[in-house]
């Protein structure tokens, strides 16, 4: 009787697997079911799962029988498996995006024509928050710098400077509180659809987006917190115009309790403020972190 590894069955078996292993991951690309990384470490780990495991079991059958193990088996083996390894790396590295819902996304695929339905409903958020930040940008674009610069001597100047200076840093937090607005409505759309549709789907979009949203949250309220303590500044400096006086440079003033109070608020709101960038630099660190295994 031949032995085992050398039956018919057995490269049956290892050749059948291996064209299958290819032709899935092949198929699941094409759909843009997986992106390039899920698809290369997927087709590997079966390639080497499947055939070791094949492997194992020829040598654990030879030594049942009192057969020396085959070594020149695993050449015989590697030389069905690798070569459609390599073939299957290939197309993946060539035809695979990095992100299979970001590529649809920024294709011109229309919307009804994606499937299925919870697919086509996480592109459209991607088109959308897109398109949201694409409004932002052009919109901030307009925006001259604040001019004296915030905090500076030169911005308590006058009442008017004094004025203006709060207004434009007002404005730059109205466009960013639309902004914000913009982005929520379009999330609870997303929400309530994909309930309908797909809500396990739902459950781990949320799972994974939980620490994202509220780090964002937390950035709109500190820009909050920020902007009403600049106005609560400008607006003491105001009040208290007749006793500081820019001089050389810098800031003279005339009643030492004004100084102190002054002195006090300025030191809490530029806290707030570089709270408030070190947050924004946290969140933007972590979105990079993240972002494949959210769109994923």
Not at 101 to 118: C, N
């Amino acid at each position: 009787m031949s032995r085992f590894p050398e039956s018919a069955g057995f490269w049956i078996v290892i050749g059948c697997v291996n064209i299958t292993i290819p032709l899935v991951i092949f198929w699941n690309v094409h759909t843009g079911e997986i992106n390039r990384s899920v698809a290369l470490y997927t087709s590997w780990i079966c390639f080497v799962g499947f055939n070791v495991m094949c492997l194992f079991g020829a040598w654990s059958r030879d030594r049942r029988r009192g057969r020396p193990p085959s070594r020149k088996l695993i050449v015989q083996v590697a030389g069905v498996a690798l070569p459609l390894a390599l073939l299957t790396t290939i197309y993946v590295d060539l035809r695979a995006p990095e992100n299979s819902y970001a590529a649809l996304a920024m294709s011109d695929t229309p919307l009804d024509s994606i499937q299925p339905e919870w697919k086509r409903l996480v592109v459209q958020l991607i088109r959308e928050r897109a398109a949201n930040s694409k409004e932002y940008e052009s919109e901030a674009a307009h925006m001259q710098p604040i001019s004296p610069p915030l905090y500076s001597p030169e911005s308590f100047a006058s009442v008017e400077v004094m004025t203006r200076t709060a207004q434009e840093l007002q404005h730059a937090f109205e466009l960013d509180d639309a902004y914000a607005a913009r982005l929520r409505e379009s999330m609870a759309n997303f929400r309530e659809k994909m309930r309908a549709v797909d809500p396990a789907y739902l459950q781990a979009w949320e799972s994974a987006r939980t620490n994202e949203e509220d780090a964002e949250a937390n950035i709109f309220a500190l820009e909050g917190k920020w902007v009403q303590s600049v106005r609560v500044l400008y607006e003491y400096a105001a009040a208290h115009q007749g006793s500081i006086r820019v001089r050389n440079g810098s800031l003279d003033f005339s009643s030492p309790p004004i100084k102190a109070e002054f002195e006090s608020d300025e030191r809490a709101s530029e806290e707030l403020q570089r709270e408030l960038q070190m947050a924004r630099e946290a969140l933007v660190q972590n979105q990079q972190r993240a972002r494949s295994a959210i769109l994923n």
